[in-house]
């Protein structure tokens, strides 16, 4: 298993595979168009201050893992002052789950969030994804809040660096 950044040549390739896996994984979002985060992907994951990280079987993408300086969007989220970025896109392919690969991937975009000062890592997660929240607590996340909508039930996780 290779785990490689994304470079400019792969972009199409690691679109794909991303879009894809959101797509299999949230259908509802289908018909929302591309996330601004992948339309402009090289200018957020290899240009920006967003690091993106695919694993590779052979030449087949098969998990992917990045993360992009936090907006702010969530309002009830205070990280002001603190290098925060946003955990995005954590896919595995379904012959890959339960092999150590999540975990391997996310440290290693640990390990490039240290070497750019972040101070904390920020997810959100669903509870109607299978074991989501389980495995970022065993990666250190901690619940910080859980939306009140009884649909999405956006849980919100950080980790301290």
């Known amino acids: 298993m290779l785990i490689q950044p994304v470079d400019t040549p792969a972009i199409p390739e690691v679109l794909a595979f991303v879009l894809h896996a959101r797509g299999e994984l949230f259908p509802k979002l289908s018909d929302a168009g591309m996330p601004n985060d992948?339309?402009?992907f090289e200018a957020v994951y290899v240009q920006g201050s967003g690091r993106f990280l695919i694993a590779r079987a052979g030449d087949e993408i098969v998990a992917a893992i990045g993360y992009l300086p936090y907006d702010g969007r969530?309002?009830?989220?205070?990280y002001q002052g603190r290098r925060t970025v946003e955990v995005v896109?954590?896919?595995v392919l379904p012959a890959f789950r339960r092999s150590g690969l999540a975990r391997e991937l996310y440290l290693?975009?640990?390990v490039l969030a240290h070497a750019q000062g972040v101070e904390v890592m920020y997810l959100h997660t669903h509870p109607f994804l299978p074991g989501a929240i389980e495995f970022w607590r065993r990666q250190g996340f901690a619940v910080v809040d859980v939306e009140a909508d009884p649909v999405w039930q956006t849980t919100h996780m950080q980790r301290l660096l």
């Open 74 to 78: 969530f309002p009830q989220l205070d």
């Open 89 to 91: 896109r954590l896919f």
């Open 108 to 110: 290693a975009l640990e």
């Open 38 to 40: 992948l339309a402009q």
